[in-house]
């Protein structure tokens, strides 16, 4: 009779355990789904224009202290790592086209990137790349195809360029936490150039664009296109990119990512056909470059929650951090001639050496700028306060991030 009832008690109490902890579970699990963690809660980055000009793979040559054509841009990226490290979904948008060492070297007009570029991406944290830009022919259509193999081999994910029509047919999915993106990417044109292949490179046409989201709809919970477009060097985007955006808010399109014009350009939501809510970054600006203008030196780091509760997902905290691309003169560097000759054959150089970097401006001082390039040589006279003020022009105040200018004023208070 003892162990009968011990038993009998024994059960009992596991029953009553195991309820309390299903009923611990269940509320846990309801706290969890609304506040987006757990596997539900996705974060996303993006950067703007990777723009590697020659000054840039120059001084990715000189990081070790001489010139011998073995180029590493992974210091160039060491103060975001930790942003872009913290994303599920880190995207850049690689503007030069990544062709390798063995077809030269170039930087402006017509680029070509040196492969060492994608490891330190890599390393740095980025997971995507867009690669359909006005440069994605510089190199012709092989150039292209051997950036498709040069992504590949780093196992780094890309959008905008295809090896095949079979290719092209394709919708980029990427899951992350139980939430599915499907990326879509377009560019304006090619610099006049003409591929060979109508499936080369994926050019901005309304009516395939619609057909292509209806696709992603199907395949996917999010649907983000990168868009490359707009008018250089403008601050706000041409009227033809408002109706399309509006026209792509109808169609379903979560979010676009804006590049092309090297400068910052507003953040809008859209509303769209059935109380759809698009948001759009119409031009992130620049990421790493080296043009040299104050306007051209600011971009902007982009981040987003993607939050599932209640089998709803919702694009939550979009913000814009700005972000400089610093770069200084430095001493001379030794030319290993032999070895230059050897690792990048047919590389075109600058005559002066860099050394880059990319900042946020929180993190980034007026005795830099001071010492930055387009001060020293091209006589721009730039200030901090010259970059803040662009960001808190263009950048409404619901989209903006801490700045330096905030992050001074809160340490007063």
């Not at 202290?65 to 490290?85: L, T």
């Amino acid at each position: 009779m003892e162990g009968k009832t011990g038993r009998g008690n024994l059960v009992g109490w596991t029953g009553l355990v195991l309820t309390m902890l299903l009923l611990i579970t269940g509320c846990q699990s309801h706290f969890w789904d609304k506040q987006g963690s757990s596997g539900q809660e996705v974060k996303l980055l993006a950067i703007g224009d990777n723009l590697i000009h020659s000054s840039v793979y120059d001084a990715a040559d000189a990081e070790d202290g001489v010139m011998d054509g073995k180029y590493n841009f992974k210091p160039m990226y060491k103060a975001i790592k930790g942003r872009v490290k913290s994303a599920d979904i880190a995207f850049v948008n690689q503007e030069t086209i990544i062709s390798g060492k063995q077809y030269g070297l170039y930087g402006y007009p017509k680029f070509n990137t040196p492969e060492d570029v994608l490891p330190a991406l890599k390393d740095t944290g980025f997971t995507i790349a867009n690669a359909t830009t006005n440069h994605s022919l510089d190199r012709t259509d092989q150039g292209a195809y051997n950036a498709i193999k040069n992504f590949k081999r780093y196992k780094m994910d890309y959008i905008g360029i295809n090896a095949s029509a079979k290719e092209a047919k394709k919708i980029k999915v990427v899951k992350k936490k139980g939430i599915s993106f499907a990326f879509l990417a377009y560019t304006y044109g090619t610099n006049g150039i003409q591929a060979k292949h109508d499936y080369t490179v994926n050019y901005i046409d309304a009516k395939r664009i619609k057909g292509d989201v209806k696709k992603a709809r199907q395949q996917a919970d999010i649907v983000i296109v990168s868009m490359h477009w707009g008018t250089e060097n403008s601050f706000a985007p041409d009227d033809w990119q408002v109706k399309l955006a509006k026209k792509m808010a109808d169609w379903g399109v979560d979010l676009i990512i804006g590049t092309h014009p090297h400068t910052i350009q507003p953040v809008k939501w859209v509303k769209g056909k059935g109380n759809h809510k698009m948001l759009v970054t119409y031009s992130l600006g620049n990421g790493l470059n080296g043009m040299l203008e104050t306007q051209n030196m600011l971009g902007c780091l982009f981040t987003c929650k993607f939050v599932k509760a209640n089998q709803k997902i919702q694009l939550k905290e979009p913000k814009m951090e700005p972000i400089v691309s610093h770069f200084e003169r430095i001493g001379e560097i030794p030319v290993d001639v032999e070895s230059l000759r050897k690792n990048a054959p047919n590389a075109d150089h600058v005559n002066y050496t860099f050394k880059f970097r990319l900042y946020p401006l929180s993190e980034y001082s007026e005795d830099q700028l001071s010492r930055h390039f387009i001060n020293v040589y091209q006589g721009e006279n730039a200030h901090m306060e010259d970059l803040q003020r662009l960001y808190d022009r263009v950048i409404s105040k619901e989209f903006r991030k801490v700045t330096h200018e905030n992050k001074e004023k809160t340490k007063q208070n």
